[in-house]
């Protein structure tokens, strides 16, 4: 495989990272030479385990994961019935947990909880950021801060799609659709949050915000806080469920966030950048590739010599 310059940039600085030695170099170098340049033929001929064959998320980004998505349903479906108490449907869910005041309470708690967890995973983001710099491992595109390669990303994905395009783009470890998904999460979360606080703390806005602004803020907020959850539970139902879950390839369900690892098809196909920093960190990982190649003849043959017109013609003689 000939790589791309953006690939090329990815594996070197990897294997300087890693502080990699001249050998295992040598040995990156020559599979990386073996493997096809055809990506699709590499990532529908490997063999795949369903709860995930490499690395991915740290336990920190799961236990985060498992905390948010949970007391999200679960404020959702308190904080419904509450916002629409006189509906038919809220009065019996609201009287199942004892009454419109423990239903209350007990989203006040989830809410609690919910700002928990916000806080530890800036906690650990912050605090791993640091590490890797003090490290000088630090790699931006290993994170889920948007760049411009999400837009050219996003133009060659939707030349695939269309047909235009035999290969998707090499994506790195957080592709254009998952930054999306995040910082469309942290934006509803956010507006919950300031929303909710407005309903705990009215007496506190009204003495931050000027008496002109502060009836208007609080209104604002009251049409904010149950329009702004039923559109994050429809996104999260019909958009992250669909994309994570239930696309073809990915159904039932992608393991990723119980046990933090990604099947090697799926990051070969959509995470191609961060496949190649794992044949360095991972020697199984290569062993593996290698045996694969040669096992099922998918290593690339050297391009043929370009032969000159002269050579044609003596050849002719």
Not at 129 to 139: G, N, R, S, Y
Request: net charge neutral; hydrophobic share 45%; glycine share 4%.
């Amino acid at each position: 495989m000939k790589l791309s310059q953006e690939a090329r940039a990815v594996l070197n600085t990897s294997l300087f990272n890693n502080a990699t030695p001249a050998e295992e170099v040598k040995e990156i170098e020559e599979l990386v030479a073996m493997m096809p340049d055809d990506r699709v033929l590499l990532y529908k001929n490997v063999d795949s385990n369903p709860i995930g064959d490499l690395h991915r998320y740290s336990v920190h980004i799961r236990i985060h994961h498992l905390l948010t998505f949970t007391t999200f349903l679960l404020l959702a479906f308190t904080g419904m019935p509450i916002h629409y108490n006189t509906a038919f449907w809220a009065e019996p869910f609201n009287m199942l947990l004892g009454g419109i005041e423990v239903t209350r309470v007990i989203h006040r708690t989830l809410a609690v909880v919910m700002v928990f967890s916000m806080l530890y995973h800036i906690l650990t983001l912050v605090a791993d950021t640091l590490v890797k710099l003090q490290q000088k491992t630090f790699e931006l595109g290993r994170t889920i801060i948007p760049t411009l390669k999400d837009i050219r990303d996003f133009k060659e994905d939707m030349l695939y799609f269309s047909g235009k395009r035999t290969m998707r783009p090499e994506m790195d470890k957080f592709m254009y659709k998952q930054k999306i998904h995040y910082f469309a999460a942290a934006f509803g979360n956010s507006v919950m949050v300031l929303s909710g606080s407005s309903f705990l703390f009215p007496e506190m806005w009204a003495s931050i915000l000027p008496a002109s602004v502060a009836s208007h803020w609080q209104e604002m907020m009251r049409l904010s806080h149950p329009h702004e959850a039923l559109l994050a539970l429809l996104v999260i139902a019909f958009w992250h469920w669909y994309n994570v879950h239930l696309a073809p390839g990915r159904f039932p369900m992608q393991w990723t966030f119980l046990t933090g690892k990604i099947t090697r098809e799926h990051q070969i196909e959509e995470h191609f950048l961060e496949y190649l920093r794992c044949l360095v960190e991972y020697p199984a990982e290569r062993r593996y590739l290698r045996n694969l190649l040669t096992s099922k003849k998918l290593v690339a043959q050297p391009a043929a010599p370009k032969v000159s017109e002269e050579q044609l013609e003596e050849l002719r003689a």
